[in-house]
């Protein structure tokens, strides 16, 4: 996989069911934490999981706390959609109706598990913890946040002297981080030139990360970004905000060949807005996520991925930071 380099921002406020990819995957080091609140409702459980990708699976991870019989948390692990043995802690550190912090570190023998601060479990992996890239939760929850905390970002539980924070949220007393977090990464902000291109060192190849953030213009109509092989446009991502579309497509020898426009959710890019792009290569596709949430799939084209080896970025957009 990809290195975590701490380029991940945090998902805020991300609705449950909720689903979305961990940028270059699981890593010894790496620290998940999640702050939420369990509703007052007649649902009795809720659930974690480090997964293989969307469909569930291969779950490296299963953590499910379950308020019946008095309380306690099922882990457990989902190879080829068969679960294994089941491992419970017969105690229940969640209430109903209160907030928490979960805090998952990766460790190279196992996951340590930190709820509200306090040591709660470990789990001794059962498959390599790499092969998950994506965190799921679902159940009887509402998240407030989940972030990632990257290895030697800083000591854990220990905030950065300084920073410049990349998302500002508003709410009423009370209702956001009721414990304390660790606060989002944050990253310089250099002035990218537009139109903007550089090279791909060693092309694509599986597991290579591209991540594009900016700031979409007031008055912007479109923008594209294209992974180049030669004269070729091996893969053209294409929002269009006059068609409320985002149009995929590739160019060879000068001519375009079928556009796709199907997606699985209402437009992510909005006028005005920062936005995130992460484009993940696999063997047969590129997965394309947007603000950690995951868009589309992109079978290839151009099998000659190692060719495919220009980034370029065009449009009515202001381009804040570029990971290639």
Known sequence: MASHDGSQPPFLNPCVPFTGLIYGGLQDGLQITINGTVLLSSENRFDVNFQSGYSQNDIAFHFNPRFESGGYVVCNTKQAGHWGTEERKMQQPFQKGSSFQICFLVQNAHFQVTVNGKHFLQYVHRVPFHQADTISVSGAVQLSYIGFQSPGAWPLNTAPI???VIHTVHSTPGQMFPNPVIPPVVYPNPSYPMPYCTSLVGGLYP???IMVRG????????????LRCGNDIAFHLNPRFTENAVIRNTQINGSWGTEERALPRKMPFTRGQNFLVCIMCESHCLKVAVDGQHLCEYWHRLSNLPAINRLEVVGDIQLTHVQA
């Open 162 to 164: 300084t920073q410049t």
């Open 215 to 226: 700031t979409v213009l007031p008055s912007a109509q479109r923008f594209h970004i294209n």
């Open 207 to 209: 597991s290579k990360t």
